[in-house]
């Protein structure tokens, strides 16, 4: 970074433009965290409420959910009512309803907290990018952006390792109050750092809102899930399918009421109009999907067949989690001297070749340090993606559309996520009902002649989720049970790392989509407009 301190676009007292990212910084962290950092808590919470985990898994979705669904129209509150008041609301809405999680008494009161938490989430995050992209200077964007890339990769480790220290040591109720201090911290730094940038005064889009909150609603509702349902009826004549076709024909409403309110939309379709956004879009949408499609199916599997505890398996990232948080400052300011696209074509590749990698070293007996090293490329490739995507995303967007194009980019990597947990799922499982028969087929004859048929018939009928044998008489020997228990775990072992491999690839051809999005992108470096209004203004802190 030049010793030269960049001249913001806002007037800013005296201070530097690097003064406002601690408290955007804080907050989209929070956000970032809380994303991820239920997971490891879902086997207290089953215990605590004595629920099932459809229910518990409502904890996650309500705040995914809400978070999804708002962002379009949160980015839009930024623009017309100007970010830093938007984040501010936003901050303090999250830090309250992370009190009312902790003090949840029953998993309703819980789901709703955290329903309430994703509109707080949704609130600030399009404002952390629209209110970089509105005071850095061009030349100085991308490092700032890449500053703010470091704490999404940080943020994806921080997690799961905080959440498993947590729920291990003090109980689950931590999770959400540890983010008490950090908001109230991050509250105080925004109202003395943060400036008030001018707003865009025209009216506000009511039934753009209402459109594209039910579509958003409807779409995301039936992706997140549609596994819940196997994919079928919810209830009476509605079905997972009806809901997601519901969804997509409000949205294709949203999409021609928008053409025709034009540059009063909430969503101007202009922004799609430069090649780098729409594309940018795309890969967004992409990395969000692989980061779900490598996180989950490789959870499961450290835990439930190498037998890691769940502080444990969050840890084998740690190294690939704080390389990501060194590379991206480096490739956010590489990005200002080189065309973006270059950085971001790079990163997908490595990616590509890390999950590669991980989905072959995937095996019942691997050791630990041969997923640790593509995990620590995973981290190095994330690094390099984050912040230049996010800076080729915003480059052209000025103080009228940077809310709005913040929030259609933060939706589109939200969507990707969902999309991704839904189909990651859903082939997980459908190839778990494949390869374990198939394993346990395989090793069959490791089994007494007299109890072959037997045994390869229990698992194709799909008695094999707890990785115990089929039931056998009492009259069967001892040694023989324990006997054909080991071949079945090691059936049910083998099985499961092979469908994690096979999962694991789908993900790699999305990220075969983001890399031939970022190839297509334009070639120059990114050019920022600020807007006439701004350049001079002087903004009230």
């Known amino acids: 970074m030049s010793s030269e301190q960049p001249r913001a676009l806002v007037y800013l007292h005296g201070r530097s433009p690097w ?3 601690p408290a955007l910084c804080l907050g989209f962290f929070m956000i970032m965290v809380d994303t991820t950092i239920v997971n490891i808590a879902i086997p207290s919470l089953v215990t605590a409420f004595d629920a099932d985990l459809t229910a518990v898994g409502w904890v996650n979705s309500a705040y995914l959910l809400t978070f999804a669904t708002l962002l379009l129209v949160t980015g839009r509150l930024g623009d017309r009512f100007g970010p830093r008041p938007v984040f501010v609301v936003g901050l303090v809405i999250f830090t309250v309803t992370s009190l009312l999680c902790g003090l949840s008494g029953s998993i309703e009161m819980l789901i709703v907290a955290r329903a309430l938490q994703g509109v707080g989430a949704a609130l600030m995050t ?12 061009p030349q100085k964007r991308g490092a700032a952006m890449g500053l703010w890339g470091a704490v999404a990769g940080v943020a ?3 997690g799961p390792v905080l959440g498993g220290l947590l729920v291990q040591t003090v109980g689950w109720e931590w999770i959400f109050y540890v983010n008490i201090p950090v ?9 003395r750092t943060l400036p008030t940038l001018p707003t865009a005064n025209r009216s506000f889009d009511g039934l753009g809102v209402l459109l594209s909150v039910v579509g958003m609603f409807l779409v995301v509702f039936g992706l997140q899930e549609g596994a819940t349902y196997d994919w079928g009826t919810i209830t009476g004549p509605i079905t997972v399918w009806g809901v997601i076709g519901a969804g997509v024909i409000v949205l294709v409403g949203f999409v021609l009421w928008q053409r025709h309110r034009g540059s009063d939309a909430l969503l101007p379709l202009t922004l799609f109009h430069s090649r780098n956004f729409s594309l940018s879009n795309v890969a967004g949408g992409a990395v969000t999907f692989a ?5 989950f199916p490789f959870t499961l599997f450290l835990q439930e067949v190498l037998g890691l505890s769940p502080l444990n398996a969050a840890l084998v990232g740690l190294p690939g989690s704080l390389l990501s948080g060194v590379v991206a400052p480096f490739a956010g300011r590489l990005s200002d001297k080189v065309a973006g696209k270059w950085v971001v074509a790079s990163g997908f590749a490595i990616l590509s070749v890390a999950i590669t990698w991980l989905a072959l070293a995937v095996q019942p007996d691997a050791p630990v340090w041969h997923l640790v090293l593509p995990m620590t490329l995973f981290g190095i490739g994330t ?6 995507l996010a800076n080729l995303a915003t480059s052209g967007l000025d103080g009228r559309t940077a809310g709005a194009g913040a929030g259609a980019f933060n939706t589109t990597r939200q969507i990707g996520g969902v999309i991704g947990s839904a189909a990651i799922v859903a082939m997980l499982t459908s190839r778990l009902a494949v390869t374990i028969p198939a394993a346990a087929e395989a090793a069959a004859d490791q089994v007494p002649e007299q109890f072959r048929q037997s045994f390869v018939d229990g698992f194709a009928s799909g008695n094999f989720a707890s990785g115990a044998a089929p039931q056998l008489p009492s009259s069967v020997p001892a040694d023989v049970a324990a006997q054909i228990g080991q ?3 090691q059936a049910v072992h083998s099985g499961f790392a092979t469908a994690v491999t096979q999962t694991m690839l789908l993900t790699v051809a999305v990220l075969v989509l983001g890399l031939v999005s ?3 992108m334009k070639g120059g470096r990114p050019v920022h407009h600020a807007p006439a209004a701004v350049a001079k203004v002087t903004a009230e802190v």
């Open 126 to 137: 399009p404002q952390t990018m629209s209110m970089i992209t509105r005071v850095f200077p």
């Open 518 to 520: 970022s190839l297509a």
């Open 487 to 489: 071949v079945a775990q």
């Open 156 to 158: 994806t480790i921080t």
């Open 291 to 295: 980061m779900i499609g490598i996180f």
């Open 183 to 191: 908001g109230v911290v991050a509250l105080v730094l925004a109202l």
């Open 19 to 21: 003064s406002i990212l």
């Open 383 to 388: 690094g390099a993606l984050f912040s230049p």
